[in-house]
């Protein structure tokens, strides 16, 4: 077996197992889910009929560069959202489908890293954990930024040193962030993008939340819209991952895509025809019906933004949080260790979130994880009400 296998630690829903193993919630409730980050609002039914409709093209090999129609699709839809110069994102050379963004995430790492240069990549912490996964297994050590409420969960680049940029190979963002809903700024990207030219490196947003935001008049910024911003229509050194997954409630589609800089797409491309890994026709015509709509999009958001001011209402005199920017999670500080309020919380009102300290690691002698729990607003407004009932109820007696 390879041995780089050993250095992965259990993904954090093993440990959340782990930590509930041999405890029951209480019986006289019904279980509600808030900690795993999977859409529960229906899927587009056109989506669906298109999908049943192209059934008899499972009987065809899908190509791994995809449909050219998907990758046009893509192509207008990014051009569009992001604001980008008429022509600068191709679908043949700046677009790649694949199968969901986990899995992009991973291969993409392993295609990029340089494993004869004692390779570093720059994450942030707390973080999604594919991207330590994917730079272990790749050889790769890690360097973890924190995002705190001290530096309004951006992270310090000004802190991190000439020797850390020297060394990076691969630079992660997560825009806006999972777990704190943080959205990078235009600025911030473009900092980034110039320490990206002067030491030669790859930056990688992870943009899936990108669609899930508050108010529809400021839409968050994305990494290939910085550099257009900049004057950059080549993406040189900056790619980034989309998904149907959120935007869509699509998720099981394991739909979504890559683009930005098309030399680095090209030799992903050929990573690719070895990985194996394409998306079903039928997929890609349901994926091209889901990137060609917006309105469901916008419904989809106005049922987020319901479900968020219900929770605060009933949350407000008891628990303070602070409603995400963007994306579907509170990042919300506990007043006891993360791990006991979960296990508590779960015995006690048969309510599952996510301990913050699973999805961090310690660095600079903390883990900004600790004390902080991951809420995920992705139930059914009903649920939601009715877990922040329980979670009032369970505050009241710590």
């Not at 192509?75 to 980008?84: E, K, N, P, T, Y």
Request: glycine share 4%.
């Amino acid at each position: 077996m390879n041995t780089d296998l050993q250095r992965l630690q259990a993904y954090p829903f093993q440990k959340l197992n782990s930590l509930t193993a041999g405890v029951s919630g209480n019986p006289e409730l019904t279980p509600i889910a808030l900690s795993i980050g999977e859409p529960q609002h229906l899927p587009p039914d056109f989506v669906l009929s298109v999908l049943k409709d192209n059934l008899n093209s499972f009987n065809r090999y899908p190509t791994t560069k995809g449909l050219p129609q998907l990758r046009d699709a893509i192509s207008q839809w990014a051009s569009r959202r992001f604001q980008l110069p008429a022509g600068s994102l191709t679908a043949d050379n700046h677009v790649l489908p694949v199968c969901g963004t986990r899995e992009a995430l991973f291969s993409f790492t392993q295609a990029v890293i340089d494993r004869n240069k004692m390779p570093l990549v720059v994450c942030p912490n707390p973080f999604y954990q594919i991207y330590e996964g994917a730079s272990l297994l790749a050889r790769a050590s890690l360097y973890f930024f924190n995002c705190t409420e001290d530096n309004s969960y951006d992270g310090d680049f000004d802190a991190i040193s000439p020797a850390v940029w020297q060394q990076c190979q691969l630079l992660f963002l997560c825009s806006p962030g999972n777990p704190t809903g943080r959205v990078i700024s235009s600025e911030t990207y473009q900092q980034l993008i110039t320490l990206a030219d002067k030491y030669d490196f790859v930056i990688v947003s992870d943009e899936c939340y990108s669609e899930l935001y508050f108010d529809e008049n400021n839409p968050p910024v994305g990494l290939l819209q910085a550099c257009a911003e900049m004057g950059r229509d080549s993406y040189r050194r900056c790619v980034v991952f989309h998904s149907l997954s959120k935007r869509s409630n699509l998720p099981g589609l394991r739909s979504g895509f890559v683009a930005g800089d098309a030399q680095l797409l090209q030799q992903y491309l050929r990573y690719r025809t070895y990985h194996g890994a394409t998306l079903p026709l039928p997929i890609q015509m349901a994926s091209i019906a889901a990137w060609q709509d917006e309105d469901h999009v916008v419904a989809n958001r106005d049922e987020y933004r319901k479900k968020f001011a219900a929770v605060d209402k009933i949350l407000a005199d008891t628990w303070q949080l602070t409603a995400p920017t963007a994306g579907f999670y509170y990042w919300a500080k506990t007043s006891i260790d993360d791990t006991v309020f979960a296990k508590k919380l779960f015995q006690q009102q048969h309510v599952s979130v996510l301990p913050g300290s699973y999805l961090s690691r310690e660095a600079a002698a903390i883990n900004p994880g600790n004390q902080h729990v991951r809420i995920a607003l992705v139930a059914q407004q009903s649920e939601c009400i009715e877990a922040a009932k329980r979670i009032v109820n369970f505050i009241q007696t710590l």
